[in-house]
């Protein structure tokens, strides 16, 4: 081979281990070797006859800042940029962090004719929080900020938390020459959920501060029973881990099923495009659950009054009214063991493949993650490398969060069918903007084995 292909396969080979970040985009287009790829789209399969998939790690976190969008460098240091802090809070409304965390426990695959058979388990968890940019709005500016004009509004303020196990079937069969489909069911069995909206405001003027309450509800399933701690028993610290059950790591009632759906179209000859929409599910919660909401009307207090600065009791007397008062005209519903239902993180993936001769390909991909109440969009374009089984690598640029500065790659090798992979994003980010430019950390990789490769693949030579 020509120095330049040497070049080109150690640039490959070694520019995947320093990127981190949302890798399902690369992951999508190295679906031909990678047979973890068909969990994003279930009418992708490998380019293998049959594949086990060793227990992995894939974890993800995002925001929708970087350290770079309120902290300022400095040759002495760094500092917190209030100017840097204020135009954040003016570009964005809410404030958001993701979390995601799986375990694939099994995953084993075979083609049965023109049929592809699945059967995998795997253990979810994760979080989304959304936080009203008033909140720190408040904290540094106050309620006279320019910011927030004296009030304070919650709206949009949410956490969600779920972790459950998936158990799921999928089968994916080639219609003709042309379409292929694939569905995959899954069995859910909850772990826990965690759910806060708080929707209220605070208006506050010279001499009174008004609450205005909309919506403040609090839903949790399957944990209700670790966290009900009376005062007597609060001091021990053994209250939690006494209480844990095997029911707790999901031998319950709290049981929902989801489905995966996917297709494949081959346009024209080298050009493929692809859809699926992932997780179209709910889980329902019936075992150690509770719903908690706050109910009443606006509420309206006047500071108080002091004779003198020093006038402590004056202080006490009037938080101990401002308690009680609180207390007289709020109330909290409870319902416990009350069913209740939460809906899964859906994702929809619309793709196109345009393969370039017998080794090279590029592909764009529109990814939609849909879930607690927001939309989360993102677009990318990728360059494939691929010498058959044994090498495929990716190199993919993305754009979501309002920037376009992602660049992600992925490779895998397969060697007497045991075949290792990994993912990742963001690589050149640190370098053209610096490590406080991240706004997401995404790591993805696994063993498999995978056996009876359908293409096989020769060196041609001039």
């Known amino acids: 081979m020509s120095p330049k292909i040497y070049f080109l396969i150690s640039y490959f080979l070694i520019l995947p281990l320093f990127g981190k970040s949302q ?3 690369v992951l999508y287009q190295m679906h031909k070797t990678v047979p973890e790829a068909n969990f994003l789209n279930p009418a992708l399969f490998p380019d293998y006859k049959a594949f086990y998939t060793f227990p992995g790690v894939y974890t993800s976190i995002q925001t929708t800042f970087g350290l770079n969008d309120i902290i300022s460098f400095t040759e002495n240091g760094y500092y917190l940029d209030e100017n840097k802090v204020s135009n954040l809070l003016n570009r964005k409304k809410n404030l958001r962090f993701s979390q995601q ?6 995953n084993l695959g075979a083609r049965v004719g023109k049929g592809f058979f699945t059967v995998s388990a795997n253990t979810k968890a994760q979080t989304d929080i ?3 940019s008033d909140v720190p709005s408040w904290i540094f500016w106050g309620s ?3 910011q927030n004009n004296g009030v304070l509004d919650f709206k949009g303020s949410k956490l969600k938390m779920i972790g459950y196990h998936e158990i799921a079937v999928g089968y994916g069969r080639e219609i003709n020459d042309r379409i292929t489909f694939g569905a995959r069911i899954k069995y859910l069995q909850g772990i826990a959920h965690a759910s806060v909206n708080l929707d209220a405001a605070l208006y506050m003027n010279i001499d009174s501060v008004t609450l205005e309450n909309r919506n403040i509800e609090v839903r949790v399933g399957g944990i209700k029973h670790l966290i009900d701690v009376d005062e007597e028993s609060f001091s021990n610290s053994q209250i939690i881990t006494d209480r844990i059950e095997q029911k707790d ?3 319950n009632k709290n049981r929902g099923f989801a489905i995966d759906l996917g297709m494949t179209y081959k346009l024209m000859p080298d050009l493929t495009l692809s859809a699926a929409v992932n997780d179209l599910g709910f889980i329902s919660w019936k075992s150690n659950t509770g719903i908690y909401s706050l109910t009443g009307s606006n509420f309206t207090t006047y500071g108080p009054e002091l004779n003198g600065l020093d006038d402590l ?5 009037f938080f101990d009214n401002l308690v009680d008062s609180l207390d007289n005209h709020y109330n909290i519903e409870s319902s416990v063991n009350q069913t209740y239902t939460s809906g899964l993180t859906a994702n929809v993936y619309l793709g196109a493949n345009y393969q370039l001769g017998r080794v090279h390909s590029v592909a764009t991909l529109f990814h939609n993650r849909i879930g607690n109440g927001r939309i989360s969009p993102s677009w990318s374009v990728a360059y494939n490398l691929q010498l058959g089984k044994y090498l495929n690598t990716v190199i993919n640029w993305s754009a979501s969060n309002g ?3 992602n660049l992600g790659t992925g490779l895998s090798l397969n060697l007497f069918g045991l075949q290792a992979y990994i993912i ?3 690589v050149l980010t640190p370098l053209i903007s610096g490590i406080g430019s991240l706004n997401k950390m995404d790591v993805r990789f696994g063993l498999n084995i995978a056996v009876g490769y359908l293409n096989p693949f020769k060196f041609i030579y001039n």
């Open 23 to 25: 890798s399902q985009s």
């Open 101 to 106: 965390f799986d375990v694939p426990v099994f």
């Open 130 to 132: 959304s936080l009203s």
């Open 144 to 146: 006279e900020g320019n």
């Open 249 to 251: 790591f999901g031998f």
């Open 313 to 317: 009791d004056g202080v006490g007397d």
């Open 403 to 405: 920037r376009a500065n």
């Open 424 to 426: 990742s994003d963001q």
